[in-house]
């Protein structure tokens, strides 16, 4: 394998696929990450990689990637198809909103809707006995549903910053990880796109992404509701998914597609998220970091923060004077701030590698994760 950097942008190749990376030697990178990186270039039919800088090691490759390749390979997509992140733009001014209330009304986001939504699958093309029941609901690891105010932001963007905004962190809940589930084993060596077992699988992804799409626009609402405001959405855009990309297929794991305007990139629960706008860097594969990335994995986190109650009620503050909704103990550990990296030192190696800029900064007010009689995914 050789390296070079040019203008800290870090480019290798291993085995046939070529690897870019967008971040620079200051970032928090795992070992365990990049190996898997140069694992999947030399994987049979894989072209490019891109790595972003919230990287981190998951089961079947890394989070954080795109990869493109001449035939499909599902594991990396994952079985969280289609999740993503859309971010709302609210009626309610920040100045109307009372916190203590808000946290009481937004306890209905741990329980299942009361509506009938088989419309709404009808109306996005899906059955309408497509676990209808799930649908409106957050889940369950580093899902959420924020409340957040507007910090800084470019004038070009005409953002208000008088009002509250909505993000929403979800995917497909059981539907991905069925669909996943029902893919044989031989095709995690790559499927030739055309064969029935593909044909299949890109069916049954389109009707996931939809399905995460729809989740998130209609937990939204219910968030909206419970605030009394109503929502305008800005822009939705999912990381885990399989798009056709000139002769190939590109898979994208925790990458957010860049080429359709504005990119949300979550903080952790304590810190800012940010608004992105992308450079149209080649080498990109039109895709960005969708978030801070995690620094240690969830078991490892039960030794490294104190549980005592007094510490517990902390992790249910943030720096910000906001409140977060999760009543899961091992969830908070687990999702405790100090187990992502810095989504500003993100943001800052996006912008030095030049795939990116800032274009927006929000700061939590109310994160709901989990209530108690909540349904964990």
Not at 238 to 250: A, F, K, M, S, T
């Amino acid at each position: 394998m050789r390296n070079s950097v040019l203008d800290g942008r870090a480019s290798a190749v291993s085995g046939d696929g070529v690897i870019t990376k967008f971040y620079t030697p200051a970032a928090w990178i795992e070992g365990r990450a990049e190996a898997q990186l140069e694992e999947i270039a030399g994987w049979t039919g894989v072209q490019k990689i891109a790595g972003f800088p919230d990287l981190h090691p998951g089961k079947y490759g890394p989070v954080g990637c795109a990869v493109l390749a001449d035939r499909i390979f599902p594991q990396l997509i994952g079985n969280d198809m289609g999740c993503g992140m859309s971010l709302f733009q609210l009626d309610l001014p920040v100045r109307k909103l009372k916190l203590e209330k808000a946290l009481r009304r937004m306890r209905v986001l741990g329980e299942p809707t009361t509506k009938d939504q088989h419309w709404r699958l009808e109306d996005a093309g899906l059955p309408t006995d497509l676990i209808a029941t799930s649908l409106g609901t957050v889940g369950g690891g580093n899902h959420f549903c924020e409340v957040q105010t507007l910090a800084e932001v470019d004038d070009g963007t005409r953002l208000d910053a008088s009002r509250l905004y909505l993000l929403v962190h979800s995917g497909s809940r059981g539907f991905g990880n069925a669909v996943l589930g029902s893919v044989p084993d031989d095709a995690f060596a790559g499927l030739d796109p055309d064969n029935d077992t593909a044909l299949a699988y890109r069916q049954d992804h389109k009707r996931a992404v939809r399905w995460a799409s729809l989740n998130r626009q209609i937990i939204a609402e219910r968030a909206a509701e419970a605030l009394r405001a109503d929502l305008m959405l800005l822009v939705d855009v999912p990381h885990n998914l399989l798009v056709r990309h000139g002769d190939g297929w590109l898979h994208r794991k925790g990458a957010a597609i860049a080429a359709q305007g504005f990119v949300p990139l979550a903080g952790s629960r304590a810190s800012a998220s940010y608004l992105l706008s992308s450079s149209g860097h080649e080498d990109a594969l039109e895709s960005l970091a969708h978030g801070a990335g995690r620094r240690y994995d969830r078991s490892s986190m039960h030794g490294r923060v104190r549980t005592k109650k007094s510490d517990i009620e902390a992790m249910q503050r943030t720096p910000f004077g906001g409140r977060i909704l999760c009543e899961d103990r091992d969830m908070l550990i687990e999702e405790a701030p100090l187990a992502y990296k810095s989504a500003k030192s993100v943001v800052e190696d996006l912008e030095r590698t030049g795939a990116a800029h800032s274009v927006a900064e929000f700061h939590p007010l109310l994160t709901f994760k989990k209530t108690r009689d909540g349904r964990r995914s």
